[in-house]
């Protein structure tokens, strides 16, 4: 059950030209939002040696999260020196700016707001930008304390594909696994926010003070994301 994610920013400015669309996707006669044409690779370090590298926790949540409302607290949040993760399911997050895919038709839940915004002060663009959705500050843990805030670079794991994105929206805070629209497509995991998302098998990695600017920059986001993930690995 997705829950709606909090927001901390106030009314958008002037409109400029929206980010492209990252992924080609399509809308049923429904209105409902479907799975992408084909999700999209990016870079070259490879999902399986970055779950290898990350095999075992070391906690730094002071307790665990629930992956939906109702649900076991089962997930903590692990550390490395350079980064924090943690592995859950997905759901969809279509907050934001409205677009034909991301809307009060399309999502029940749907918000015009994101926790973070652009610096012309519009709101982020669940269905074009990939972002994901940190918990917000409680005693469970706290992502601001490990170097982390809007634009931090983020490499989302889901079976053998790596979709590199941002920080950019603040959920619940005991709930953890949430990600944008144009993330899920990415991955290939149905994006519909009524429906869509995946129950498991999600490990989401956040690297410390690593920021994109604007937010808004996927391209930067992937090329940070690429080298700070083969620094993981030894590779840079």
């Avoid at 990016?42 to 109702?70: I, M, N, P, Q």
């Avoid at 670079?153 to 953890?176: H, W």
Wanted: glycine residues 12%; charged residues 20%; aromatic residues 6%.
């Amino acid at each position: 059950m997705r829950v709606q994610s909090l927001t901390l920013a106030a009314a958008a400015s002037a409109a400029l030209l929206a980010s492209a669309p990252v992924v080609l996707s399509m809308t049923s006669t429904t209105g409902r939002p479907e799975s992408p044409v084909e999700p999209v690779r990016e870079g070259s370090v490879r999902a399986a040696d970055l779950l290898a590298k990350l095999d075992g926790c070391t906690a730094v949540s002071h307790g665990r999260y629930r992956s939906d409302d109702g649900t076991r607290a089962d997930i903590p949040v692990c550390g490395t020196r350079d980064a924090v993760f943690w592995t859950a399911d997905m759901d969809i997050d279509c907050d934001g700016r409205a677009g034909p895919l991301c809307n009060s038709r399309t999502d029940p839940l749907f918000s015009g707001t994101t926790a973070f915004q652009q610096p012309d002060g519009r709101y982020l663009s669940a269905e074009t930008l990939p972002y994901i959705v940190v918990p917000a500050p409680s005693d469970i843990w706290n992502y601001r304390d490990h170097g982390i805030g809007p634009g931090s670079v983020a490499a989302v794991i889901y079976q053998d594909r790596v979709q590199y994105a941002v920080v950019g929206d603040v959920g619940p805070q005991d709930i953890i696994g949430e990600a944008s629209y144009a993330t899920a497509a990415g991955l290939g995991v149905r994006p519909d926010p009524r429906g869509g998302g995946t129950p498991s098998g999600v490990t989401y990695l956040v690297f410390k003070d690593a920021r994109v600017s604007p937010i808004q920059d996927h391209g930067a986001a992937v090329a940070e994301g690429e080298r700070l993930a083969r620094k993981l690995l030894g590779d840079g």
